[in-house]
């Protein structure tokens, strides 16, 4: 659940906490107060644009942070797999947007993608305002709504394996059937490319093989000579002596101290294994200077063919000899398909029918989840809409065979409703009204109650065009979400619905130094009283609207004087 809500300079909010209840709680203030702040705030941490004009004025950063405990197990997993453990099962998820358009997005305080904090953020909190009631309008979206409902996922995830399988064959087969002209063209341009890598037969590693020759053929002459005098220098020099005819001397000449130097003959054999290191050292340098041929520029010129013919290749086939030879595995292994079009043809036909016949099954035992899935969900969305004072609607999910498979079955899923007694079933998108959507959405998430995976549901203005009887009926049924283990925060202008709150924030704006700040804070039972009077008479409270008031909480299956959970 959401345990604590920060919010800095994010429009007219410049420092404040939200503090929600674990159960029920409504946000309640007058228009303009900064409630649809905080529900922003909220929104920056489910990953929506950060638009700067949320900044508040004169201010250079912006932070929201979202502090939540006793996370569900799929949030708790889905972050492990981050490499982010739950702290005492809680998580802190945090946004920054700065005046440059910068955002950063951090999970326990560890930078992530904000593609992964939406991620994670949908498996904690759901918000369900105006623009989400919308969704219901969207046929498109209520396939998910029932899939959710009819527990299919496992077969769905077999139908899709099917289905990527069976449009690769497709795809292989329109290749095939292709025009004869353009096969034909195909076959002759992979045979010629082929045949060009062919020809070179490059190798790996030759190129810089090639590279160091190239080196000692232009520097054939310098080498030669260098090389020439190291081996004089060290071994053997006709016109003098060497360093080894010299040290070959020194060792006889110890040796004839033999009797008069106790170390001699260690001596001896020091300038030995010196003498042999410097003969080593010449025939190395002697063997890796001989270019081995006697008109170096004829090889030279054969190098630089062979480097301009691998270059060649390079630029056409791959940067490197490995993707050159891939480039030719490929190239021979859709030349041999081309080649034997048709037999292969015929295979593919074999293989996509009888895949096609798997994806039939897998298809059946999805259709039949979601038809019994529909029936009991048409029954239970049926049964709350008769409490929200919506008794003589009818809903009902229509499940129609598809003409072909689609990537999530062969079926397509419409909510339809008919919202008076002898009128037909019409889709939503015709007939239902701001009121009866937010109604139907209510009655989704209660009929979704013990499916429900995120630990917090936020509704923004459920109570918008509905009146006080049904707001009543809103607020018990909210009351009961919440009665089942969900939070829920509920921003309302219903009396009603705040009565039933088990904790009451209230949002104000006040005037600081000539600015305008919001601030939000936990109601005393007494203060509820003159809250939802304000909100039953307007500005001017009554005894009248206190009455009122006092009779909607003592109606309030909520205790009132539920002490402060700060």
Same mark, same amino acid.
């Given at each position: 659940m959401l345990k604590e809500l920060y919010i800095n300079n994010i429009a007219i909010i410049k420092s404040e906490r939200v503090c929600p209840g674990a159960a029920l709680t409504v946000l309640t203030g007058e228009t303009g107060a900064g409630k649809s702040i905080i529900i922003d705030s909220v929104g920056l941490i489910m990953g929506e644009r950060a638009s700067r004009e949320l900044l508040r004025t004169g201010e250079e950063k912006a932070t929201v942070s979202a502090l939540f405990?006793?996370?569900?197990?799929?949030?708790?997993?889905?972050?492990?797999?981050?490499?982010?453990?739950?702290?005492?099962?809680?998580?802190?998820?945090?946004?920054?947007?700065?005046?440059?358009?910068?955002?950063?997005?951090?999970?326990?305080?560890r930078t992530v993608p904000l593609s992964i904090m939406r991620e994670l953020a949908e498996k904690l909190i759901s918000i369900h305002?105006?623009?989400?009631?919308?969704? &219901?309008?969207?046929?498109?979206?209520?396939?998910?709504?029932?899939?959710?409902?009819?527990?299919?996922?496992?077969?769905?995830?077999?139908?899709?394996?099917?289905?990527?399988?069976?449009?690769?064959?497709?795809?292989?087969?329109?290749?095939?059937?292709?025009?004869?002209?353009e096969k034909e063209r195909t076959i002759e341009l992979l045979k010629y490319q082929i045949g060009d890598i062919d020809a070179v037969?490059?190798?790996?590693?030759?190129?810089?093989? &090639?590279?160091?020759?190239?080196?000692?053929?232009?520097?054939?002459?310098?080498?030669?000579?260098?090389?020439?005098?190291?081996?004089?220098a060290l071994?053997?020099?006709?016109?003098?002596?060497?360093?080894?005819?010299?040290?070959?001397?020194?060792?006889?000449?110890? +040796?004839?101290?033999?009797?008069?130097?106790?170390?001699? /003959?260690?001596?001896?054999e020091t300038l030995t294994d010196f003498r042999y290191r410097i003969e080593d050292i010449a025939?190395?340098?002697?063997?890796?200077?001989d270019i081995g041929v006697k008109n170096p520029s004829e090889l030279l010129d054969k190098i630089e063919d062979r480097l301009d013919s691998i270059q060649r290749l390079r630029r056409k086939y791959g940067g490197t000899t490995e993707e050159i030879l891939a480039y030719r595995e490929r190239a021979a292994k859709k030349l041999k398909e081309l080649e034997g079009a048709d037999e292969l043809a015929e295979d593919l036909e074999n293989e996509l029918a009888d895949i096609r016949i798997q994806m039939k099954a897998a298809a059946a035992k999805i259709t039949k989840k979601r038809r019994d899935a529909a029936k009991m969900l048409e029954q239970k969305v049926t049964g709350e809409l008769a409490f929200l004072d919506m008794a003589k609607v009818r809903f009902h999910i229509e499940?129609?065979?598809?003409?072909?498979?689609?990537?999530?079955?062969? +079926?397509?899923?419409?909510?339809?409703?008919?919202?008076? /007694?002898?009128?037909? &079933?019409?889709?939503?998108?015709?007939?239902a009204s701001g009121g009866e959507l937010s109604r139907m959405m209510l009655a989704l998430k209660c009929a979704f109650a013990d499916k429900e995976h995120t630990g917090t549901l936020i509704f923004d203005e459920i109570d918008t065009g509905i009146s006080g009887r049904t707001s009543h009926k809103i607020g018990v049924k909210l009351h009961e979400v919440a009665e089942n283990g969900t939070q829920?925060?509920?921003?309302?202008?219903? /009396?009603?619905?705040?009565?039933?709150?088990?904790?009451?924030?209230?949002?104000?704006?006040?005037?600081?130094?000539?600015?305008?700040e919001s601030a939000v804070r936990e109601l005393t039972p007494q203060e509820r009283v003159m809250e939802i009077a304000r909100i039953i008479g307007g500005a001017k409270v009554t005894e009248q609207t206190l009455a009122a008031a006092r009779e909607l909480l003592d109606a309030s299956p909520a205790v009132i004087t539920t002490p402060s959970h700060k």
């Open positions: 405990e006793a996370v569900g197990a799929e949030a708790s997993a889905f972050a492990a797999s981050l490499g982010i453990e739950p702290e005492d099962g809680a998580l802190l998820l945090q946004r920054d947007i700065t005046d440059k358009g910068v955002s950063a997005a951090r999970v326990n305080g305002g105006q623009h989400a009631n919308q969704t &219901l309008l969207n046929e498109e979206n209520h396939m998910g709504y029932l899939d959710a409902f009819a527990d299919c996922e496992s077969e769905k995830a077999e139908f899709a394996s099917l289905y990527a399988h069976h449009a690769d064959i497709k795809k292989r087969l329109s290749e095939l059937v292709r025009d004869e002209q037969k490059p190798r790996d590693g030759e190129e810089e093989e &090639l590279k160091e020759k190239r080196v000692k053929l232009q520097n054939a002459e310098k080498i030669a000579k260098h090389a020439k005098l190291i081996y004089r071994y053997r020099n006709d016109k003098g002596f060497s360093a080894c005819d010299l040290i070959e001397k020194a060792e006889e000449a110890l +040796d004839g101290l033999s009797g008069v130097i106790a170390d001699v /003959p260690s001596f001896i025939e190395t340098i002697r063997q890796e200077c499940v129609t065979p598809l003409p072909d498979f689609s990537a999530a079955g062969a +079926d397509k899923i419409g909510f339809l409703v008919s919202t008076n /007694p002898g009128e037909p &079933l019409l889709p939503l998108s015709k007939i829920v925060i509920c921003v309302t202008h219903s /009396p009603q619905i705040a009565a039933v709150a088990d904790t009451h924030l209230f949002v104000s704006k006040t005037e600081t130094d000539g600015r305008t």
